[in-house]
């Protein structure tokens, strides 16, 4: 029995020393959150599915994801300083400026430099700026995006109108509506989407030549001139274009049934869109009028992706993961699965990502030939943004419920949101 005991020792031992040591394997596991599922989902998983694959050793989960960036951004302020935090989230353009004020996101300039050729991956200082806060780096652009026209061409025909050449002018889109409206059946002539951020606002106060406050951000100056034709329109889609007071579902569901004309909202809308819409009808889209068509610009909306963990580990493999979702790959899973225009100039130009796509979908040239009159999403000074935003919604709410007179809700919402702006 001794004997035998010896033999299994020593053939142990032997074996110990004819093997190689396995290395341990060490996997950093990183906890990502992101708005607006129903644009998002799929287009997460998917980058997630093809991160993992290139980096076994980085393991991605979702956090519970958010309905709004709105609540995205109170998400992650409430979670600050708590193990509930992610370690990377994906915050509206307009709210970067928040998580900065607060000191909540990672710098990633030190990680640019080191990186040191982000224009060969695609990021260009331009495309870099999109997620910048004052020239610091907040974050890197993910999905981005601009208002486009979407309409039905067959009642567009029914009414009168060429499917061919669709409005150019707010004048043009109001006629139309009205006489789209007039066909009666239930048929609406129009559905702007107003409701839940000031973004569809800033279309028409950019597409004016306005902006949102003053040079030094000390006073409002939405209410001005620009403002105040930018508010008149959306009056006149009511009062004259055949737009009813929706709901954001409502509006999307029934211009989705064929019974709206024209619908103007983000073209990241595009790809669900088109599902919904199926062949019930020739769905067709064009650029968004401009109110100034020499002047007018048109708002960024869409996300970054922001880095929050500060643990050196983990902000290697979130920098991998940040530049994967807004890298060339990530652009080509996010153009096609929604309908953003893309953020990387190396995903549009090659073939191997995006070139033939916008030759092969006509649908999505409208978002991208509006690239260069793109500016950032304004994002208000202080703590107030979320407050200021719902109050300029509010103010709109009565201009289409038609409770209030266009001038009189503007300058409402001027002087509430006055009272909002930080005092220095």
Not at 51 to 58: A, L, R, S, T, V
Not at 221 to 230: C, I, T, V
């Amino acid at each position: 029995m001794k004997l035998i005991t010896q033999l299994l020792a020593a053939a142990a031992v032997s074996m110990a020393i004819a093997l190689p040591a396995l290395p341990a394997h060490a996997e950093t596991t990183l906890t990502v959150h992101y708005p607006m599922p129903g644009f998002f989902k799929d287009v997460m998983d998917t980058i997630s599915k093809k991160f993992m694959e290139e980096n076994p050793d980085i393991k991605i989960q979702f956090a519970s994801p958010s309905a709004t960036y709105e609540e995205g951004i109170q998400t992650i302020l409430r979670q600050v300083g708590t193990s509930e935090m992610p370690d990377i989230t994906f915050i509206g353009l307009n709210r970067l400026r928040m998580l900065d004020e607060r000191d909540v996101a990672v710098d990633l300039g030190p990680l640019v430099q080191k990186d040191g050729n982000m224009a060969e991956q695609g990021f260009s200082d331009t495309i870099l700026k999109l997620a910048q806060v004052k020239g610091k780096q907040v974050g890197l652009a993910f999905a981005t995006s601009n208002p486009i026209m979407y309409y039905n061409a067959d009642l567009v025909k029914a009414a009168g109108g060429d499917p061919e050449n669709p409005p150019k002018t707010w004048d043009e889109v109001i006629a139309l509506g009205g006489k789209i409206k007039a066909l009666g059946n239930g048929v609406d002539g129009i559905d702007y989407r107003w409701q839940g951020d000031d973004w569809m606002f800033s279309a028409l106060l950019f597409g004016a030549g306005g902006k949102m406050l003053s040079d030094d951000e000390s006073k409002v100056a939405f209410n001005g001139p620009e403002g105040q034709k930018a508010v008149e329109v959306l009056h006149r889609l009511v009062t004259e274009g055949g737009m009813p007071v929706f709901t954001k579902a409502a509006g999307e569901q029934a211009f989705a049934a064929g019974k709206v004309g024209f619908e103007f909202q983000t073209t990241g809308a595009l790809r669900n869109t088109i599902k919904n819409v199926g062949n019930k009808f020739d769905l067709r889209t064009a650029k968004i009028p401009l109110i100034d068509p020499v002047n007018g610009r048109l708002p960024t909306g869409g996300n970054a992706v922001v880095i929050l963990t500060h643990d050196a580990a983990k902000q290697d493999a979130a920098w991998k993961f940040a530049k994967f979702a807004a890298g060339p790959y990530g652009a080509s899973v996010v153009v096609p699965g929604t309908g953003y225009v893309p953020n990387n100039e190396l995903a549009a130009k090659s073939a191997d990502y995006l070139g033939d796509f916008y030759k092969q979908n006509p649908l999505f040239q409208a978002g991208l030939s509006q690239m260069p009159v793109m500016i950032p999403w304004y994002a208000f000074p202080g703590s107030n943004g979320v407050k200021v935003t719902q109050t300029i919604v509010d103010n709109l709410s009565r201009i289409v419920d038609q409770s209030a007179e266009p001038k009189e809700a503007l300058d409402d919402a001027a002087a509430d949101v006055e009272g909002m702006l930080p005092r220095s």
